[in-house]
Structure formats: C-alpha cells, structure tokens
C-alpha cells in the first residue's frame, strides 16, 4: 500500500529538483504579474472614482485584494504548460515509457505538477513582497482564521480542476496534431468565467447563476471568493464544495475515458 | 517600391493558399481571437454595471477605445507577427542565412514574409465593434476626421511593429529572445485604459510617454470622442517615425553581429 505512494513521491521529489531549476523563469513571470497588476489597479481605481464609491457592494482595497489573491492562487494551482508537456509527450513516443511500467501516467504527472507549483508559488513571493510597500494600502484580507479553513480544501479541489482540464487538453494529441488553437480557446472561457477579468459576483445574477454551474468558476473564483470574504455564507460554500466535488469526478472520468479511448489509437514507433 | 510591392503580393498569395490547405486551423484561429474580444468587451459591459465612467470615459467611449487597440493588435498580428516571432527562432537556429541572400532589404524580407488572414478577418471585427460604439455615441465624424483616424491607427501599428522588431533584434546579441511574446500581452493591457486613469507620475512616465502604449490607441480614439487635437497627433506622428528609425538602426547593428551557425 505504502509502496504505491513511495513511487510517487520519488516523482514528486524529482520534479521539485527538476523546477528548482527553473525557479529563475518563474520569478520573471511573477515581475512581469506585477505590470498586470499595475493594469488592475489603474483600471478599478479609476472605475470607483468614477461610480457611488463601491463596486458591487465592495471597496476598491477589497476588489485590489481579490486580484492579488487570484494571482497568489494563480502560481500555486493553476496548470501553466502541462497540457503542451503531455501533448509532446504523445506526440515524441515518450509516453509509450509509461505504458510498460507499473505506473499511472495519470498520478505521475499529478505529482509533478504538485511539485512544480510548489516551486512557482513559492517563487511568486519574492516580486510581490517587493510591491508590498506600494500594494500595501490597497490589501484589505479578512480578519478571521475561518477563510483558511473553508477556503484551503477548494483550493485543492481547484488545483485538481485545473490539472483536469490541462490534462484533458494534453490527451487531444491522440487525435489531433496541434492543441495550441483548442488550448487558447478555453483558456479565453477560463479567463472570463474564472473570474480573472472581474470577480463574478459583479455578473448580473442570472449570469452568476449560471456561473456557478460551470467548472471555471471552480477553477479559480470560488477559492479566492473565501479567502478575500466575497463568499461568507457557510450554506453556499458547502453547496460549492458539493459542485465542486461533482466537476472533479466529472472530469476525473473524462479523463480516464481520453486516456483508454485514445491509447487504442496510439501507434508505439521505435524504441 | 514596386518591386517590393510584388514581392509582398506573392508571400501574400502564398500566405492564402497556405490559410486555404489548413482550413480547419484558420476556423479554431479566427474563433481564438473573437473569443478574446469578447472578452474584453463583456468585461467593460460588467464594470459599466456598477460605474458611470472610467476616467471620465463613458461605455460607449470605453468600447471605442478597447476597439482601437484591437485593430491595431489585429492588424499587427495580420501582417508581422508570425515573421517577427520566426525571425527570433531563426536569428538562433541560423536559417536566417535564407533572408541574407534575398535581393532585398533584410528587415523587410525576414518581418513580412507571412500573413495571417485569420487576424485579417478579425480586423474587421475590430472595425465593427468601433462603428458600432461611434454609432451608439452618435458620432458623426467627417471624411478628414476619419483619414486621421486611420492615419493615427497606421502610426499605433508602426510603433507597435518597431518595438517588437527592436525587441526581437535582441536575439542578435541574447541569442534567445523568448518570453518577449508575454511581456508584449502584458503591455496592451494598458492600451485598453484611458490616459487620465494613469495618475501616478511612474507608470505615466513608463507607460505613456516612454513606451506610447496608452498613446496609441487614446489618440485615435479621442480624435473621433473628442476631436482632433494637433500636439497629441504630431506627438505620435513624431514617435512613430522615432521608434521606426529605432527599430531600423538597432536591427542593422544586430545583423552585423548575426554570425549564422554551422549544422
């Protein structure tokens, strides 16, 4: 029993070697987040002045820290290239690897994404204690433990539907030769239905409704909604844990089906 | 100058039959960037829900604006930017040797080689979504305004062209000229803002005299909301052929560096 996690760990402990390397790259992506920062508050700032003062019921220090948040989550959850890592993967003959060993390609490459967004969110930090002394008079987090503790578990359920989806995505290269197009496609659905653009409690209420039905809105908005207190209301966390459970499940088992589906079309060349 | 016109006419023609033998990439592509565009512009519609106007910019004229930026970003990808990006990965793997040896400009050769007529398409989107918000705003603007117009939009897509290709140009020296494609997107995320919004000296300074981002889509854009203002227009004009001359020098020096590799 214990051997199974063994195996994994010691990909774990891999990839975390293997993204040390690259800790360089993420801290310049974490400065370039700062200039999309810039833009936001720029932006929300000038949108306050020029509404009642609020944007939807909340400050512009809380609709500042809601982004800041959202990028925090962003390096610690979100899959950055692992769809093109296991679409190369396909597509190279590397996976065929995989096939022959007692291994769940699966858990193997959940493991190295755990590893690797340990690394990246950690990184982040580093620029955004440098735009501390700026960011600070915007930041305005809630004053209660309870946040960490609801908002932790949809955190990591968020992470599993990020790496889901990005997986998904990478399967597609059993069918299809290039995934680039289909991946920035959902990544726009993502963007705007993730609440990267606006929080989404701003949608007018139908469209939230809608929203909430969707997998995107569990893929970033609902774990940064308790951590910032837009969403405080146990009922509707716990009702979001349940709908976020059923889209983990869900895209769990898309997955396995690409994956059986798609190694019946896959043709091992070489050795 | 005609010869450069044929020459450009059959990358174009090759650029279409190629568009026309991947059909389906051009359907995904084009529906890329349309999905984009909706983005922004539903994002505006929702802050618009819960303000009066952004730096003293209605709806209306918010929509105008973000539509500007897109038909310069739309044009700028319609016509350069799957050359200037090769162009890096060529500069470090050596088939840039290929340009050198056509009998032509270089610059000009190695950035206008490919076309993409999926954004092509999408400028025309772009257009729409401009016409549409000067129609809401009831805009009337005259023949002259609208040269001016196009003539700022043509400036904004000259000075987007000529930092990409300075940038680019760095491959020379760095040979590796990645992650520049990041830090291009995080820029025109401040084209879609109005300049009043940028109220601190710093990101003033950097943002809209430094680097004309923010000037490049609110010169245009204010021409039609609000007029024709002749420092503003002369100001980009003048920056326009400043990052032009830019771009031309600091290419040339690279190519004199530009060694090729051996295989």
């Known amino acids: ?271 | 100058m005609l010869n450069y016109a044929k020459i450009w006419s059959a990358s174009a023609r090759y650029s279409i039959t190629r568009t026309l033998m991947f059909r389906g990439d051009f359907f995904v592509w084009s529906l890329v960037e349309l999905f984009w565009m909706s983005v922004n512009i539903l994002t505006i519609t929702v802050i618009y829900e819960h303000t009066q106007s952004i730096a003293g910019w209605t709806k209306y004229q918010m929509v105008l604006l973000v539509g500007t930026s897109m038909l310069i970003q739309r044009f700028l990808m319609g016509f350069f930017w799957s050359s200037i990006f090769e162009m890096g990965r060529n500069i470090r793997s050596g088939n840039f040797d290929f340009y050198l040896a056509q009998p032509g400009n270089v610059m000009f050769m190695a950035t206008t080689r490919k076309l993409d007529p999926d954004s092509l398409l999408n400028s025309l989107v772009a257009a729409a979504v401009v016409i549409y918000a000067a129609r809401q705003l009831g805009l009337d603007p005259s023949a002259g305004q609208i040269a001016l117009y196009a003539l700022m939009v043509l400036c904004g897509v000259v000075i987007h062209y000529s930092i990409l290709v300075l940038s680019i140009s760095l491959a020379f020296w760095l040979t590796s000229a990645q992650g520049i494609e990041g830090l291009y997107f995080t820029l025109t995320e401040f084209s879609r803002l109005p300049r009043a919004a940028f109220t601190g000296i710093a990101t003033q300074m950097l943002f809209v005299w430094l680097l004309p981002v923010v000037m490049i889509t609110n010169v245009p854009a204010s021409l039609l909301v609000q007029g024709f203002d002749l420092t503003l227009s002369a100001w980009l004009f003048g920056s326009a052929l400043v990052w032009f001359a830019a771009a031309v020098f600091v290419f040339n020096r690279g190519l004199r560096r530009y060694t090729s590799a051996s295989s």
């Open chain 1, 1 to 271: 029993m214990f051997a199974i996690f063994d195996k994994y760990r010691q990909v774990f402990l891999t990839g975390l070697q293997s993204n040390i390397v690259y800790r360089f790259n993420f801290a310049v992506r974490g400065f370039f987040s700062l200039f999309h920062l810039a833009a936001v508050v720029i932006l929300w700032s000038a949108a306050s002045l020029g509404g009642s003062g609020g944007l939807g019921g909340f400050s512009l220090g809380q609709t500042i820290t809601y982004f800041v948040t959202l990028l925090i989550l962003q390096f610690f959850i979100s899959a950055f290239n692992e769809d093109y890592q296991i679409s190369e993967e396909i597509r190279n003959g590397l996976i065929n690897q995989f096939l022959l060993k007692p291994i769940n390609y699966f858990a193997y490459r959940f493991s190295i994404f755990v590893a690797a967004r340990l690394v990246s969110g950690l990184v982040v930090i580093v620029p955004l204690l440098i735009a501390l002394p700026v960011l600070r008079e915007y930041l305005a987090f809630p004053h209660d433990y309870r946040v960490l503790l609801f908002g932790l578990p949809a955190m990591a359920m968020s992470a599993v539907i990020q790496f889901s989806i990005a997986y998904c995505f990478g399967l597609l290269s059993f069918w299809f030769l290039e995934i680039q197009g289909f991946v920035i496609l959902s990544m726009a659905l993502e963007t705007l239905l993730g609440g990267q653009m606006f929080p989404l409690d701003l949608l007018p209420e139908w469209a939230y409704a809608i929203a909430r039905c969707l997998p995107f809105y569990y893929q970033m908005y609902f774990p940064a909604a308790i951590f910032t207190g837009r969403l405080t209301d146990p009922t509707l966390i716990f009702q979001g844990y349940g709908i976020q459970a059923a889209w983990v499940i869900a895209l769990l088992l898309v997955n396995q089906l690409l994956w059986s589906r798609g190694l019946r079309r896959h043709t091992a060349v070489g050795g």
